[in-house]
């Protein structure tokens, strides 16, 4: 049968509507969106540049991750006009990964925060010297527009590290869970994106460092240009190789120490306030392999052409790549940390001891085998004086 052919047959249903159209609006409505994004502008726009993400493809190709040529170049059009929008005062715009879910997946890039969240409690939400250091946005696709997710909370970190839940494919759906998140869907997928950027960003040795105030910021030259140090493959597959660049999220879910009270006096910071050191070493904890690194492409032996992969044990779908002076990280996955066993959701918490009196109200007599500090109940008599008869 002929494309006409088929047509006419399309055409012929009883009820007259046209099923042609109605079948191909959907791929005409998806070709118009697309097709916008190789419309070139008629003046240079503003923004902040856009990422190489046609360059790190290749080094994703070595992970292992690719989305085919055709949808990486619209996924590399569309960063670009949205980075082309951005607000010029974001630094660096980069592509992060994809975070699958059940309806659609999500494609997520990042830029370093501008500025501190307005009226925000800093117990509640740190800033961008801690887990909000990055701007997030997600796409549903390559002609999607790009949502900024908010900013991350403590809380929402500590409940999603104590929950397992796939994701949706729409960001205002809700996370019926226990314990019960503080937050929609997108709340969920920047908590999550924030534990794996905080346990998965790792580079080669000596291309961070940490200045004066603790930040970390590429290692640079006497002119001012990054200047990462050449490494060979061989060197890189030893985890002594690498450094994490970001810092990691502690039990409270915060990357810096709780501010201290104005009124300091005996306070205590709680358990779990402790942060890890930036920089720290990949692999540092014994007994356990946190990664794992070989060459690629593999096979009798490497080149010079070679790239080192290295791969999470603790969140599948991490990756990070890296050989001479070029690295990158990448993560393709469902947003889950690796689990030995089946998932059991957290106990309830205690339950609250009995209501004490207090020490000055305790009664002298103590009834036995009652609550120690109740006392005796106390007993009137309901029944109304009698009336004096009159004379």
């Known amino acids: 049968m002929s494309f006409e052919e088929a047509k006419q047959v399309l055409q012929m249903d009883e009820g007259g509507q046209n099923l042609y159209d109605h079948l191909a609006s959907p791929s005409l409505d998806w070709a118009k969106s697309v097709g916008s994004l190789f419309v070139k502008p008629d003046e240079e726009p503003a923004g902040v540049p856009g990422p190489a993400l046609l360059s790190d493809a290749v080094l994703f190709e070595a992970a292992g991750v690719s989305f085919g040529r055709t949808a990486t170049y619209r996924l590399h059009l569309s960063l670009k006009k949205h980075a082309e929008a951005l607000d010029a005062a974001y630094e660096g715009l980069k592509f992060w990964g994809k975070v699958t879910a059940v309806g659609c997946d999500y494609y997520v890039c990042y830029a370093r925060t501008p500025e501190d969240p307005a009226d925000a409690d800093p117990a509640a939400v740190e800033g961008r010297a801690g887990a909000n250091k990055y701007t997030y946005w997600a796409a549903t696709g390559a002609a999607a527009p790009w949502v900024q997710l908010p900013n991350v ?7 999603a590290s104590q929950i397992r839940r796939l994701l949706t494919g729409s960001l205002a759906a ?11 869907e997108a709340a969920l997928l920047r908590a999550m994106v924030g534990r794996i950027t905080a346990a998965c960003a790792i580079a080669p040795a000596g291309t961070f460092e940490a200045n004066e105030d603790g930040e970390v910021e590429p290692v640079k030259n006497d002119d001012g240009e990054v200047d990462a140090p050449r490494k060979d493959c061989a060197e890189l597959c030893e985890g002594a190789a690498w450094a994490h660049f970001e810092l990691g999220v502690n039990s409270l879910g915060r990357c ?3 501010p201290e009270p104005e009124d300091d006096e005996g306070y205590e910071p709680p358990e779990g306030d402790e942060v890890a050191e930036p920089l720290g070493g990949v692999g540092e904890e014994e007994g356990k ?10 096979g009798a032996g490497t080149t010079a052409g070679s790239w080192c992969k290295a791969t999470s044990m603790d969140w599948p779908g991490a990756f990070a ?3 001479g002076k070029q690295f990158c990280n990448v993560y393709v996955g469902n947003g889950l940390p690796a689990s030995a066993g ?3 959701p957290p106990l309830p918490g205690d339950i609250c001891g009995e209501w004490a009196v207090p020490e000055e109200e305790v009664a002298e007599e103590v009834v036995p085998g009652v609550f ?7 007993v009137a008599d309901p029944t109304p004086p009698a009336e004096e008869e009159e004379e």
């Open 321 to 323: 790549v890296a050989g």
């Open 342 to 344: 089946p998932y059991s």
């Open 289 to 298: 392999d946190e990664w794992s690194f070989r060459a690629a492409p593999g």
């Open 372 to 378: 120690p500090s109740e006392g005796k109940d106390v």
């Open 256 to 258: 810096t120490k709780l």
């Open 153 to 159: 909370t403590a809380a929402q970190l500590v409940v």
């Open 174 to 184: 809700c996370v019926p869970s226990y314990p019960p998140f503080p937050g929609d």
